[in-house]
């Protein structure tokens, strides 16, 4: 039996609210990335061009990368507070301003790490799934749901940043569960990453679903998840919320 086809898992019925990872799992989180550095860099060429002197913007990238792996572990679930200072860094190093970095340099970034392509089903079925269940987001990313073509479906967002921890902390979420006002087993996170999303989620005692599109194996000592779902278009499907098409002949 094919994910499409497969009944309702039996935990099913007493789901009350669903969650989301975003990056990965609603849309793909590279282009966004790789489109607000670009911008970024287009700005620093008017506003800061002392940092272009010293930076290619392949060199500035993994100068970032290299100062979020080096921050301390406790310090990691903020990427918003991370990059501002490592902003200010580089424009005291280049003789610049720093707060003008961490404040309209930073807001260039931010606003195009918002302007998401999403999967091109995911509209339809979170609409759907909003007619059943609250709709959450929980994110180890700095991007904001409601600033997204998808932000009209959701209720709450969780942002590693407010939480104070990112997943798979088991805090975080709790603090989803509060928000939704809910025990954590009337919750469903939906997530692409074994780790952060489905142990995390299972660990803070709510249910989990895996979106796996490439199929690759489970390979943790942990059971399979009861619900996999290759395409977000199966999430309604697996949940019985509406019938699967018929298989033509």
């Known amino acids: 039996m094919n994910q499409a086809s497969a009944q309702p898992?039996?935990?099913?019925?007493?789901?009350?609210?669903?969650?989301?990872?975003?990056?990965?799992?609603?849309?793909?989180?590279?282009?966004?990335?790789?489109?607000?550095?670009?911008?970024?860099?287009?700005?620093?060429?008017?506003?800061?061009?002392?940092?272009?002197?010293r930076y290619t913007p392949a060199a500035l990238v993994a100068a970032r990368s290299a100062f979020i792996r080096a921050a301390p572990a406790s310090e990691r679930h903020d990427l918003t507070s991370l990059r501002k200072r490592w902003l200010r860094g580089i424009a005291l190093e280049a003789d610049t301003c720093p707060e003008r970095m961490a404040s309209e340099g930073f807001e260039v970034f931010w606003l195009a790490r918002n302007e998401v392509e999403p999967d091109p089903e995911a509209?339809?079925?979170?609409?759907?799934?909003?007619?059943?269940?609250?709709?959450?987001?929980?994110?180890?990313?700095?991007?904001?749901?409601?600033?997204?073509?998808?932000?009209?479906?959701?209720?709450?967002?969780?942002?590693?940043?407010?939480?104070?921890?990112?997943?798979?902390?088991?805090?975080?979420?709790?603090?989803?569960?509060?928000?939704?006002?809910?025990?954590?087993?009337?919750?469903?996170?939906?997530?692409?990453?074994p780790v952060c999303d489905v142990l995390g989620a299972r660990n803070a005692g709510m249910h989990a679903g895996w979106f796996n599109p490439g199929t690759s194996a489970w390979s943790h000592d942990a059971p399979h998840p009861a619900l996999t779902f290759g395409r977000l278009g199966q999430i309604p499907i697996r949940l019985g919320l509406v019938r699967p098409a018929p298989l033509r002949p």
């Open 123 to 193: 509209a339809a079925v979170l609409e759907v799934l909003g007619r059943h269940f609250r709709l959450g987001a929980i994110s180890n990313g700095n991007a904001d749901v409601f600033r997204t073509p998808l932000g009209q479906f959701f209720d709450f967002a969780i942002p590693a940043a407010e939480a104070g921890v990112a997943k798979p902390d088991p805090a975080i979420f709790r603090t989803a569960a509060r928000r939704a006002g809910l025990p954590a087993e009337a919750m469903l996170h939906i997530g692409d990453d």
């Open 9 to 53: 898992a039996a935990f099913t019925a007493g789901i009350r609210c669903i969650t989301f990872d975003l990056d990965d799992t609603l849309w793909p989180v590279m282009p966004a990335i790789h489109r607000a550095e670009a911008r970024f860099y287009d700005w620093l060429r008017v506003h800061a061009p002392s940092v272009c002197a």
